[in-house]
């Protein structure tokens, strides 16, 4: 096949997390393995391989009804990238590499950082963006000179050789709620006309708004306040629109943060990597913060901060 030709698929069958089809005319069985949480099914998507410049790709583009947005889902190969964080105490730049999560060892390796960090337990939901150092040495230097800054934290991610994940994100979607006031910024950007969305199901205001939801967000210990946060917020708005099924117009994220506690005017990292911001707070049960000294979690009063990002314009 020439580049970007595109061949039909058929005989496509999903096992396991492997996808298993023919060519059109051709006998030959193929398969490719599929990442966690792609959300893709054979009953409402047509496939199709296309030759690129470094091999092939298979794609989906979803049939199903009025989530479509011609927009295709690559199945295969996964998301994979590299970025960079800089440390502002000693200027080292240090090189991240990003991809989907294909092995059940990364995946556990994810859902641990997550365990670990984030405010919420770890569901095992979800597609998931794993973030690692892609030199080992330059992570321990790092590790070593954070640990100057944190020396009364127990966390077992000091102790962890280097080398794994330290880093991950989640693409969900969000079916038991209905965050309005948020949703409301959407629906404007789409232009959508009076208040009759608002008496949608949440399940028609998902699809129609082609919305995902970034579940989780979580770094290891000795790895924070570097700016990762941030490339894993700018990154999973590519994997949202283009390794997600279905593919997605908006992302939208919803953070649980103490009442009290000040704003720093600066800018949080989902603002940095380009999200929207809702103004003001959503009213949130008390977030459960651990306190070290009694190794209980204690309820402390709590906001919730509504963010959004358009990812229309994201397209190559």
């Known amino acids: 096949m020439a580049p970007n030709s595109a061949k039909p698929l058929t005989d496509v069958r999903i096992r396991l997390h492997e996808l298993r089809f023919k060519e059109v005319g051709s006998t030959n069985i193929e398969s490719v393995r599929m990442p966690f949480g792609i959300g893709i099914n054979v009953e409402h998507y047509q496939f199709q391989k296309i030759t690129v410049t470094k091999g092939y790709e298979i794609r989906a583009l979803y049939v199903g009804g009025i989530r479509s947005n011609n927009s ?38 994810a859902r641990q950082v997550i365990q670990r960090v984030h405010y919420l337990s770890d569901s095992g939901r979800g597609m998931f963006l794993a973030c690692a150092f892609s030199d080992p040495q330059q992570q321990t230097r790092i590790r070593r000179q954070s640990r100057k800054r944190n020396l009364d934290s127990d966390d077992i991610s000091w102790l962890i050789p280097p080398g794994g994940v330290i880093g991950a994100g989640v693409v969900d979607t969000l079916w038991h709620g209905n965050p309005i006031a948020g949703r409301t910024l959407i629906a404007k950007e789409l232009k959508i006309k009076g208040d009759e969305w608002k008496s949608w199901t949440r399940d028609e205001v998902v699809r129609r708004l082609r919305i995902v939801w970034a579940s989780r967000f979580a770094i290891d210990a000795p790895y924070q306040d570097l700016g990762i946060g941030a490339v894993l917020a700018r990154h999973l708005k590519v994997v949202a629109r283009r390794y997600h099924a279905p593919a997605a117009d908006f992302i939208e994220v919803i953070t649980t943060t103490p009442r009290n506690r000040p704003e720093s005017g600066k800018g949080d990292f989902l603002q940095k990597a380009g999200y929207v911001r809702l103004k003001g707070h959503m009213k949130s049960g008390s977030l459960m913060v651990m306190d070290q000294s009694s190794g209980y979690r204690t309820a402390t009063p709590a906001v919730k901060n509504y963010y959004f990002a358009d990812l229309r314009n994201d397209d190559k």
């Open 72 to 109: 295709h889902t690559i199945v295969y190969p996964g998301y994979q990238a590299t970025d960079h964080v800089t440390d502002s105490e000693t200027g080292e730049r240090a090189k991240l590499r990003l991809w989907t999560v294909y092995t059940d060892r990364d995946r556990l390796a």
